[in-house]
């Protein structure tokens, strides 16, 4: 069942991030989803610091995956948006990642869907201006697909 949640300001969206570090084991993997300049790094940045993570988490956007292993858990994230075909994905080794020992994050998970592990946490950021300009609607659920099925 998905969770909706709602925040009225950046640190918000990050302390939303922070939270639900907290509840990530070894192995969990996250798909977030949202527009440009929605919030995807700031929510990213709450969950590194959840995670225990201390040095500052900007977007790869053009080295695809950076890797922190300083937290309680390596954490994984990546930025997919500039992947150009799948390819690129298995040249990285992202196996690696998404079943490996932290936790990993995708910024832009739905241009890699087939890719994704069969379960997996997504996370869809929106905006709705009408609310404010720092208002978010935060979507959290369970995915689980089907072996070989898109979702």
Known sequence: MPVIYETYSAEETAELGKRIAQQLQPGSVCALVGELGV???????????????????CSPTFTIVQVYEEGRMPFYHFDVYRIADLQEMEEIGYEEYFYGSGVALVEWADLITELMPLSYQKITIEKDLEKGFDYRRILVEQVRREPGGVL
């Open 39 to 57: 919030g995807k790094t700031v929510f990213t940045q709450g969950l590194a610091q959840g995670l225990g993570i201390t040095e500052p988490v």
